[in-house]
């Protein structure tokens, strides 16, 4: 097997911009009944009805008036377990990410939930759901999947149980959401590899790196063909030397502890990065590597919890990726809220430019 690259140096990371609350650039408060919320994992969407490129930004637990001033609740102030945003801002460094809308709901206004969570799956069920988070997201040939987890109870220190993860598809440019029964990984034991999920692209697969529940295992490796996203049979693991059809095959990739994370290629460095938490370090850390099955450098540090305390998250912008900077998005648990970072990088020795 091939050595590990080594490490990434990052030269910089800055704080450029609050995104959601109501003392951020966005005024979510006022504008979409967001008070606070958390994750903004992000994804080119492609063009909207006036033909212009957009991302979509897709947080979690979504709170409005009456919330609690800090972490996620209560569930009585405008509970949404999760909203989308479409956004077309292109001079990031002058404006940050404007969001310019919201699938909102048509009675109340406001930003929607637009993924449905199991509303009769009752507390005393074997398997309730607490909440449905989504971890990723991508758009092919203009149909929309999101990677969401059902959340069963969470502990402390990173840990949750979900009872399954799935895809969400939308076909109509986010307005509505399905849940097909075909994509969904099953996590009765606690032990499936694909409960929290990172989508990436390359000209011709679909790439789909994920995790066991909660924020301290390695991450594992997917791909499947573009037209199939949706139809969990169809999914393909990296064992370390090839792909197979049996996710028991699958090895790890990145070693954990990986939380929430993102994976985009950088155009400009040339290679792939992958940034997630890590909860042991308490910290926001990144990998690169020439290929996607890796080998993938030792994650490096681009925050901590000494100067953000409670930070999480980590999900890269993918379309400032030409020079040596990388534009990326924290949550911090108290104020509950996200925000845009900014980090310059460098690559030690050469670096194939080829994905």
Known sequence: MNPRPAPLTVTETVLHSKLTGADSINDTARRFGVTATDLGTIWEAGPGADGVERVFLMFGDTYGDGWGGRGAGPAT????????????TTDIE???????????RVRRGGAAQVIRRNRLNLPRAKFPEHTLIPNTGITVDGVHYVQWMSVTFWRGGGRWRTFQAGIAVSRDDARTWSKPIRGRWLNLLGTD????GCFARDDDWVYLLGTTNGRHGPAYLARVA????DRVAAYEYWDSE?????????????????GEMSVIFHEGLGVWLAMHLDEDRAAIVIHHAERITGPWSEGVPVATGVNYPALYGGFMHPWFCADDRVYWLMSQWDP???FLMRSTLAVPGDASKEP
């Open 242 to 258: 090839r792909w197979q059809s049996r996710q028991s095959r699958a090895a790890a990739v990145v070693p954990g502890p990986v």
């Open 77 to 88: 102030a405008d509970w949404r377990t999760n909203v989308l945003f479409a956004s077309t």
């Open 94 to 104: 002058a404006e940050g990410i404007r969001l310019d809308s919201a699938v909102s």
């Open 336 to 338: 509950y809220n996200v």
């Open 226 to 229: 573009p037209d199939r996203v």
């Open 193 to 196: 590899r694909f409960q929290v």
